[in-house]
């Protein structure tokens, strides 16, 4: 506080803006400077937010590989163990060894891969199947938003929906299958951020107010409030970028498939046939293996479930 006058009788205070300290300013300056570089690269950040839902997604799905791979192992050695059998049987009968040979020769066979060592194989394929599905997605999630010219929530809205649109012309199996996949892999992304923070809130709540009664029903509700939040925030993004690419993968590939069906070739029908058959397929490991196991993992883990827990008990 200043003071205006000769004398202190007379004196007028006046009101000065208060000095930060040197480490306070710093401090402030520096929370400026992040906020400032997040707000200019805020799409950036939208892409980086939306494909780590993507691959949480993908592997909630991936929980459902372990005992389909252990299942097709299962009935792997199991048809193996038969038929080396019946071939050590034969084998016996025709007199090429002894039939105790034979029996301890097919005994040690069945037990060469255990229990356990079919669980850790199913583990392990179920891993490589989920790094090969985040490789492949990671193209069509990075799909880069182009801001227009509009201006305006409506306007944009309308842009957005006229450029989707004509990213559908031509359709083939990609772009009809991109955005139904990366949605479901989403949500099951979302329903994962949705569980953990329905327990982090749970505990929060435990050690707050333990005697609160609708605890559990609202560490459920904040849960499912920041799942909403999540797919709200990053999934349109998500989606529109991933139409976009998938259009520009596919006005590549059918430019390809000109160059080749242009060149001279020894079977230029065969080749042909080859290169339309090709393009017509494009994006059916989404449509065969993809979706399918996006869809598998949001039903092993159930939504409504998340809903009743959020309802309060009378």
Known sequence: ????????????????????????????????????????????????????????????????????????????????????????????????????????RSESFAVFIDLAEKDRIAIVLALLVELLLDVLLLDLTWG????????????????????????????????LAVMPTLLAFTLGGALMAALAVENAA???VGR???ELLWGSALAAFVGI??????????????????LLRAQTRGDLARERAAKRMEAPHKWPRLSRALSLTRLGTRGAWLVLVALPLAVAGLQGNDLFALVARATPAP
């Open 1 to 104: 506080m200043l003071i205006r006058g000769r004398s202190a009788e007379f004196a007028e205070p006046v009101a000065r803006s208060r000095v930060l300290p040197v480490k306070e300013a710093r401090v402030l300056s520096l929370l400026r400077r992040i906020t400032w570089s997040l707000g200019s690269q805020r799409r950036l950040i939208r892409r980086v937010a939306a494909l780590c839902l993507v691959l949480m997604g993908v592997h909630l799905a991936a929980d459902h590989l372990d005992d389909l791979a252990y299942a097709a192992l299962d009935a792997v050695d199991l048809w193996a163990d038969d038929n080396v059998e019946r071939f050590l049987a034969w084998l016996a009968a025709a007199g090429g060894m002894a039939a105790e040979d034979a029996a301890r």
């Open 144 to 175: 880069r938003h182009e801001d227009g010219n509009a201006r305006g929530l409506f306007a944009e809205l309308r842009a957005s929906g006229r450029a989707m649109i004509d990213a559908l012309s031509p359709l083939d199996v990609e772009r």
């Open 202 to 204: 749970r505990d929060l």
């Open 208 to 210: 707050v107010a333990p």
């Open 225 to 242: 409030v920041a799942a909403a939040v999540l797919v709200w925030r990053f999934a349109p993004d998500l989606l529109h970028g991933a």
